[in-house]
């Protein structure tokens, strides 16, 4: 191989390691909460429990309505990869049983952040996810642990 092959070879791979490192300095999303909830720091464990309807209630006794972007957009995929450690695929499949079994429904689905943040607002037990630059008006943005 020559120097010119080498060095391209090397340029490329240093590229992909700094486009790997780069994705991976934040999540991509913001966990946003109801106005009225004073909750300020949740758990990774919670919040998967959350959303998948394992646990239905704040410690306040409100019940807490989740919402989910659309299974193809990347800040859901961003969500559900580090909060719950699955794919959303995984996630659709587990909500195919529940329905399926006649346990529960799944947390409706919107196709923009503006949505989410209208339903939460609109839900005193309301939580979703957003992209980081969305606009969340009255709503808390909560800390992930």
Same mark, same amino acid.
């Given at each position: 191989?020559?120097?010119?092959?080498? *060095? %391209?070879? %090397?340029? %490329?791979?240093?590229?992909?390691?700094?486009?790997t490192?780069?994705?991976?300095? /934040? &999540?991509g999303?913001?966990?946003?909460?109801?106005p009225?909830?004073?909750?300020? =720091? !949740?758990?990774?464990? *919670?919040?998967?429990?959350? *959303? !998948?309807?394992?646990?239905?209630?704040?410690?306040?006794?409100?019940?807490?309505?989740?919402?989910? !972007?659309?299974? =193809?957009? &990347?800040v859901?995929?961003?969500?559900?990869?580090?909060?719950?450690?699955?794919?959303?695929?995984?996630?659709?499949?587990?909500?195919?049983?529940?329905?399926?079994? /006649?346990?529960?429904?799944? &947390?409706?689905?919107?196709?923009?952040?503006?949505e989410?943040?209208?339903?939460? !607002?609109?839900?005193?037990g309301?939580?979703?996810?957003?992209?980081?630059?969305?606009?969340? /008006?009255?709503?808390?943005?909560?800390?992930?642990?």
């Amino acid at each position: 191989m020559g120097a010119r092959a080498a *060095f %391209l070879v %090397l340029f %490329l791979v240093s590229m992909a390691v700094c486009a790997t490192a780069a994705g991976e300095q /934040g &999540p991509g999303y913001r966990i946003i909460v109801n106005p009225a909830n004073p909750v300020t =720091e !949740l758990d990774r464990r *919670f919040l998967a429990d959350a *959303f !998948l309807k394992k646990i239905t209630t704040w410690e306040s006794g409100e019940v807490i309505h989740p919402a989910d !972007l659309a299974p =193809e957009s &990347p800040v859901r995929r961003a969500f559900t990869r580090d909060v719950m450690s699955r794919s959303v695929e995984s996630v659709k499949s587990y909500w195919q049983q529940r329905i399926f079994s /006649g346990r529960d429904v799944p &947390p409706p689905e919107f196709q923009t952040d503006e949505e989410v943040v209208q339903y939460v !607002l609109k839900h005193e037990g309301g939580i979703g996810y957003v992209s980081t630059t969305a606009k969340v /008006g009255d709503c808390h943005v909560v800390t992930v642990q």
